[in-house]
């Protein structure tokens, strides 16, 4: 079929021309724009960065209350470790030296019997057979090690004595009064400092705390990380 007439080979050139410009130079809007609208980019990340805050933020906050936890619960959850007799250990007549006195035992705290071992025992017992010195009742418990440790764990009492004959009947013989382990009221005194065993207490009370904080702290770093 023949082209039409009345359209020379230049009027054709001429007609095109203006499209083909168009397309090149990309100034048809619809065809060429095909990218999404930049705010939305924006927004995005404006999204992402408040949740990445929100995120920090909780994770600060986690922190911050484990901490503080720790920081109330230690002295709660710390245990005394008394050295029975102080430097003299356990030892005869111990009823006469007066040891308990103006001490606290609560549950969780432990006793350590230091004593040449055979040279005496420890041996738990009930309140009748302790009055007695009964060397042939029941016994709850018994030590020999010399280096002994009893662990206080229900309030109550608990009698002890050494089962060497005659010995607890010349008053190698311990009973302690056991509470449960509650924080002090803030107006009740402060129980007196024990003297010489001291320095074994607060290390156990020391060393039970920052343990229980350092295994808090980073559980929460697990937890928050
Ligand atoms: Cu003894």
Same mark, same amino acid.
């Given at each position: 079929m023949d082209p039409a007439p009345w359209l020379d080979d230049e009027t054709v050139h001429s007609s095109i021309a203006p499209c083909m410009a168009a397309c090149c130079c990309g100034s048809w809007p619809d065809l060429v724009? +095909? $990218? %999404? %609208?930049p705010q939305k980019h924006t927004a995005d990340r404006a999204r992402q960065q408040q949740l990445q805050e929100e995120a920090m933020a909780r994770r600060q906050a986690l922190l911050l209350a484990v901490v503080i936890a720790a920081a109330c619960l230690a002295p709660l959850a710390s245990a005394m470790e008394w050295m029975v &007799? !102080? !430097?003299? &250990? @356990? $030892? %005869?007549?111990?009823?006469? +030296? &007066? @040891? +308990?006195?103006?001490k606290t035992f609560r549950v969780g705290d432990t006793l350590m019997f230091m004593y040449q071992p055979g040279a005496h025992t420890v041996i738990q017992v009930g309140k009748d057979d302790f009055i007695s010195c009964n060397l042939q009742g029941n016994q709850l418990g018994a030590w020999t090690s010399g280096n002994d440790v009893v662990h206080l764990d229900k309030p109550g009492k608990v009698w002890f004595f050494c089962s060497i004959p005659g010995h607890c009947d010349n008053g190698m013989k311990l009973v302690v009064d056991v509470q449960l382990d509650a924080a002090p009221s803030p107006d009740s005194p402060p129980p007196p400092a024990p003297k010489s065993s001291a320095p074994a207490a607060t290390a156990g009370r020391y060393t039970a705390a920052v343990a229980l904080a350092a295994g808090v702290v980073a559980s929460a770093l697990a937890l928050a990380l």
């Open positions: 724009e +095909t $990218r %999404p %609208p &007799g !102080d !430097d003299a &250990g @356990w $030892r %005869p007549q111990f009823n006469k +030296t &007066g @040891w +308990t006195n103006g």
